[in-house]
């Protein structure tokens, strides 16, 4: 039975949608500022805050936690040395959701996913 199974499967099988998760993190991370549609912005926006977390003590079991979900070097630094300690003191909600609106071609609704 599937109960309390709470997931956004969003059209993919595991591995590629594990992958566009993976993808959309990292390039958050390194923009600070993606857009996206809401379904996307929902399912990722959890696992940034986590990371975001996991970034506010810097140290080397969290750095390798980090890397080994992100796998990106860029990302993981500028997540530990910049992000993480900008919200030190903030108990958890760095990301924002702000809807833009239809895209044009299949009005799928469109959102700003930012740093608060």
């Known amino acids: 039975m599937r109960h309390q199974i709470k997931k956004k499967i969003l059209n993919r099988k ?7 998760l993976k993808s959309l993190a990292v390039n958050f991370i390194l ?11 929902k399912t990722v926006k959890p696992i ?6 996991r970034a506010k003590n810097n140290n080397l ?5 980090i890397h080994s979900y992100l796998q990106n070097r860029e990302a993981t630094k500028k ?3 910049n992000i993480g300690p900008k919200y030190k003191e903030r108990p958890g909600g760095y990301c924002r959701i702000i ?8 009005a799928a609704p469109m959102v700003v996913l930012e740093l608060v």
């Open 14 to 20: 595991r591995d590629p949608r594990r992958a566009l």
């Open 48 to 53: 940034i805050e986590r990371l975001i977390t």
């Open 79 to 81: 997540l530990l040395e």
């Open 31 to 41: 923009k600070e500022k993606i857009k996206t549609t809401e379904a996307k912005a």
């Open 61 to 65: 079991n969290n750095y390798r936690l």
């Open 99 to 106: 809807k833009i609106g239809p895209r044009r071609g299949d």
